[in-house]
């Protein structure tokens, strides 16, 4: 059966360090997202990604994040000068269609930032 | 805007016992609501989702949801819980007009032997 992967499990990161956590959406799928959850709370949306750009984003998705598709295969979100409140899990998604489709969720990169 | 709510962080029930998670939302548009499950150390897993079909819903591992508009509910049910059913429970909204899922604060569901 065909999931999302992601890598790697867990980076471990110097404040004010630029990081790249690096997913491969299922194959078919045509738009991509990232999430995160930091320790003991929700999940929040950053960003959903369709034909090669941000689709939508949310507030916490500032100046310091990007995401680019490098390739045919991998989704990268880039965090340029990681803080300490970036340590999350961050889940990668991808869906076949946009809005209401089933997003599938990779099973996350643990972002440790000291 | 839209939000999700769900009554109880943490929920314990006995093995063979019924379970029930709840979730609320708030939406201006009729929305589609989505259960995710997530198991310890992996992502996310999909139980059932609700786009404007029938109003009960019957998912995986013998989950099934009814949505209600008049209360504007989504809760989760499940006749007997079985131990592998220990996980975290996550509602989600989402607006048809857009992308992005609005997730629940989440429930965490224990199973006593």
């Known amino acids: 059966e065909p999931e999302v992967t992601q890598t790697p499990s867990h980076q471990v990161t110097q404040m004010g360090q630029e990081v790249i956590l690096r997913c491969v959406p299922i194959?078919?799928?045509?738009?991509f997202y990232w999430y995160r959850q930091i320790l003991g709370q929700k999940v929040e949306f950053l960003v959903s990604?369709?034909?090669?750009?941000?689709?939508?984003k949310s507030e916490i998705f500032d100046d310091q994040f990007s995401v680019e598709r490098p390739d045919g295969s991998n989704f990268t979100l880039k965090i340029r000068s990681t803080k300490l409140e970036d340590s999350a899990m961050y889940f990668c998604?991808?869906?076949?269609?946009?809005?209401?489709?089933?997003?599938?969720f990779g099973p996350g990169t643990r972002l440790t930032v000291l | 805007a839209q939000s999700v709510t769900q009554l109880g962080s943490h929920v314990s029930v006995s093995e063979g016992a019924l379970v029930l998670l709840r979730c609320n939302y708030s939406?201006?548009?009729?929305?589609?609501l989505f259960w995710y499950v997530q198991y310890p150390n992996q992502g996310l897993q999909l139980l059932l989702k609700?786009?404007?079909?029938?109003?009960l819903v019957k998912g995986i591992n013998g989950f099934e949801a009814e949505f209600k508009k008049s209360e504007t509910s989504f809760h989760l049910t499940k006749p007997s819980a079985h131990m592998s059913d220990a996980a975290e429970y996550f509602c989600?909204?989402?607006?048809?007009?857009?992308?992005?899922?609005?997730f629940g604060p989440g429930t965490r569901l224990s199973v006593l032997p």
């Open positions: 939406s201006s548009v009729p929305p589609y």
């Open positions: 990604f369709y034909n090669n750009e941000i689709s939508e």
């Open positions: 998604a991808s869906s076949v269609g946009g809005r209401g489709d089933e997003q599938f």
């Open positions: 194959s078919n799928h045509l738009y």
């Open positions: 609700y786009t404007s079909a029938a109003t």
């Open positions: 989600a909204v989402s607006d048809p007009a857009w992308q992005n899922f609005v």
